[in-house]
């Protein structure tokens, strides 16, 4: 192990994994005084009423303030945060439960099995890029939905903006194994040795460059398998290496903790966060949730998703729901989720810096289009056009 002047490890191995140490950090326990906008904590999670967020975000300095907790929250603090009513409509959360459900009847009838990453094939109903399907078979129900505050607030706390998000539904079907403990993407998809590559400043990188989060659809109580948490345990340093080795499964395995969440709860968690999809021990419980991977601006995103295809299938909802007076937060939550953030990597020789020092992005151009009032194939002209110029 090497050292920088400042006395921090250069390098991580599994010789840095100790159990003392790691047990030392996650058996703290979770003051709910240090986080005034929680409602409480519940075994070590902080719970956070979606209504009262809400108002406490209004303003631009309660949104700053809220956000701040936020942060402090996911990196300080227990690393996972519950919004009860997240979505407060619940018709929001069904006409989106009925999308992914003719998804979920698509992919079966095409014989596709889902693989998934640290559960058995076909042991569930995934469906991949749900997202970006979603908003091409009801983009009226995708619009709905991704307008929804709370996942703006706490993606552009964590994130900032230019964020992009992708989703993955999935189905623990009654019977439904539980995974693997697991840290999450990027240095959690890595097998250890190539993951002991990486310096250790870039293991705490890799946290911050994506949000892990999930939206619930029905009631998934204890027994139907929500997934399991070990609270502060993404403050671990040598946390990606650790993972998989067994005295650190075996404490997992006997000090993680569920939670119960209501239709339309969400939770989101630092990606280093221990945790593992549940096992469904309910008689007739299909424990649905749509599965939140929401990337920096600066990072690689796990799927490949058309956005350009979104944002066309959307747009005329976009249009349609500003001329009955949606206001300008829930028009930008949704360009947010669908258009892409950030104009780079592009060809500077085509497409150049228009006054400063980057070029268009394709949500500013979806921004223009909503504010102008542009026809549809006004606006797909141009991302095509958009497109073309990024193109090398």
Same mark, same amino acid.
């Given at each position: 192990m090497?050292?920088?002047?400042?006395?921090r490890?250069t390098?991580?191995s599994?010789n840095?994994c100790d159990? /003392?140490?790691?047990r030392? %950090? #996650?058996?703290?326990r *979770? $003051?709910p005084?240090d986080?005034?906008?929680?409602? &409480? @904590?519940?075994?070590?999670?902080?719970l956070?009423?979606?209504d009262?967020?809400?108002a406490?975000?209004?303003t631009?300095?309660?949104r700053? /303030?809220?956000?701040?907790? %936020? #942060?402090?929250a996911? *990196? $300080?603090g227990p690393?996972i945060?519950?919004?009860? &009513? @997240?979505?407060?409509?619940?018709?929001v959360?069904?006409?989106?439960?009925g999308?992914?459900n003719?998804?979920?009847?698509?992919?079966?009838?095409?014989?596709?099995?889902?693989?998934?990453h640290?559960?058995r094939?076909?042991?569930?109903d995934?469906v991949?890029n749900?997202m970006g399907k979603?908003a091409l078979?009801d983009?009226?129900?995708?619009?709905?939905?991704y307008?929804?505050?709370i996942?703006?607030?706490?993606?552009?706390?964590w994130?900032g903006?230019?964020?992009q998000?992708?989703?993955q539904?999935?189905?623990?079907?009654?019977g439904?194994?539980a995974?693997?403990?697991h840290?999450d993407?990027?240095?959690g998809f890595?097998?250890?040795?190539?993951?002991a590559?990486?310096p250790?400043?870039v293991?705490r990188l890799?946290p911050?460059?994506t949000?892990q989060?999930a939206?619930?659809?029905?009631?998934?109580p204890?027994?139907?398998?929500?997934?399991m948490?070990?609270p502060?345990?993404?403050?671990?340093?040598?946390?990606?290496l650790?993972w998989r080795?067994?005295?650190?499964?075996?404490?997992f395995?006997?000090?993680h903790?569920q939670?119960p969440?209501?239709?339309?709860d969400a939770v989101?968690?630092?990606?280093?966060?221990?945790h593992a999809?549940?096992t469904n021990r309910?008689?007739g419980?299909k424990?649905?949730a749509?599965?939140?991977?929401?990337?920096?601006?600066?990072?690689?995103?796990?799927?490949?998703?058309?956005?350009?295809?979104?944002?066309?299938?959307?747009?005329p909802?976009?249009?349609?729901?500003k001329?009955?007076?949606?206001?300008?937060?829930?028009?930008?939550?949704?360009?947010?989720?669908?258009?892409?953030g950030?104009?780079?990597?592009?060809?500077l020789?085509?497409d150049p810096?228009?006054d400063?020092?980057?070029?268009?992005s394709?949500?500013?151009i979806v921004?223009?289009?909503?504010?102008d009032g542009?026809?549809p194939n006004?606006l797909r002209?141009?991302?095509?056009?958009?497109?073309?110029?990024?193109?090398?």
């Amino acid at each position: 192990m090497s050292l920088t002047t400042e006395g921090r490890r250069t390098w991580l191995s599994e010789n840095d994994c100790d159990l /003392d140490g790691f047990r030392a %950090l #996650v058996e703290q326990r *979770t $003051d709910p005084r240090d986080y005034p906008y929680a409602a &409480r @904590a519940e075994r070590n999670v902080l719970l956070y009423d979606g209504d009262r967020l809400r108002a406490a975000a209004a303003t631009r300095a309660g949104r700053r /303030d809220v956000q701040a907790e %936020l #942060v402090r929250a996911l *990196t $300080d603090g227990p690393g996972i945060v519950v919004f009860r &009513r @997240a979505f407060p409509d619940l018709s929001v959360v069904d006409r989106a439960t009925g999308a992914f459900n003719a998804l979920i009847a698509d992919q079966r009838a095409s014989g596709a099995t889902a693989g998934d990453h640290f559960a058995r094939p076909g042991a569930n109903d995934r469906v991949w890029n749900a997202m970006g399907k979603m908003a091409l078979r009801d983009p009226e129900a995708f619009t709905d939905y991704y307008a929804n505050d709370i996942v703006a607030l706490v993606s552009t706390a964590w994130l900032g903006p230019g964020y992009q998000i992708t989703s993955q539904v999935n189905v623990v079907n009654p019977g439904g194994a539980a995974q693997t403990v697991h840290r999450d993407y990027h240095l959690g998809f890595l097998p250890n040795d190539v993951a002991a590559a990486y310096p250790a400043h870039v293991h705490r990188l890799s946290p911050v460059l994506t949000l892990q989060g999930a939206v619930a659809h029905c009631d998934m109580p204890v027994e139907s398998g929500p997934t399991m948490y070990l609270p502060h345990s993404q403050k671990y340093e040598p946390g990606y290496l650790a993972w998989r080795l067994p005295e650190f499964h075996e404490y997992f395995e006997a000090n993680h903790i569920q939670l119960p969440l209501a239709k339309g709860d969400a939770v989101f968690f630092n990606p280093a966060l221990f945790h593992a999809a549940g096992t469904n021990r309910s008689a007739g419980i299909k424990r649905m949730a749509n599965l939140l991977q929401v990337s920096s601006a600066f990072g690689r995103a796990m799927e490949t998703v058309n956005r350009e295809a979104m944002v066309n299938a959307v747009f005329p909802v976009l249009l349609k729901r500003k001329a009955e007076g949606a206001g300008r937060d829930w028009l930008e939550a949704v360009v947010s989720a669908c258009a892409e953030g950030y104009p780079f990597p592009t060809n500077l020789d085509i497409d150049p810096p228009v006054d400063g020092l980057a070029p268009l992005s394709q949500a500013d151009i979806v921004r223009r289009a909503v504010n102008d009032g542009w026809t549809p194939n006004a606006l797909r002209d141009e991302l095509r056009a958009g497109a073309k110029r990024r193109e090398s």
